[in-house]
Nanobody, 125 residues
């Protein structure tokens, strides 16, 4: 069974950091581009970042550039999202998703085949 599991979310103060993990089971992440998305209450889902299967290409939403870093460890079958300088507007449920190397790091959720269940990130003092 193909499965993605996110972890690492939680409550953090503004300016703090969190590292999200996206672990795959039932398939090998080497052959998938991975995207991170988020959805805040009352808002549409938005693409945050993505990384190609090789790790050679990464993209970021303008709202997180310079603060978030995506990386992958294919040996551990895991993709990470390091989030620094967190702001209250980063509060959302964060999801990772996998695409079978079709779109080369897409920002569109519809291009992804598999999704995790999400992890809550809350930035508040």
């Amino acid at each position: 069974q193909l499965q993605l599991v996110e972890s690492g979310g939680g409550l953090v103060q503004p300016g703090g950091s969190l590292r999200l993990s996206c672990a795959a089971s039932g398939f090998t992440l080497d052959y998938y581009d991975i995207g991170w998305f988020r959805q805040a209450p009352g808002k549409e889902r938005e693409g945050v970042s993505c990384i190609t299967g090789s790790g050679g290409t990464t993209n970021y939403a303008d709202s997180v550039k310079g603060r978030f870093t995506i990386s992958r460890d294919n040996a551990k079958n895991t993709v990470y999202l390091q989030m620094n300088s967190l702001k209250p507007e980063d509060t959302a449920v964060y999801y990772c998703a996998a695409d079978h190397l079709r779109y080369g790091c897409s920002a569109f959720g519809a291009d992804y085949d598999y999704w995790g269940q999400g992890t809550q990130v809350t930035v508040s003092s």
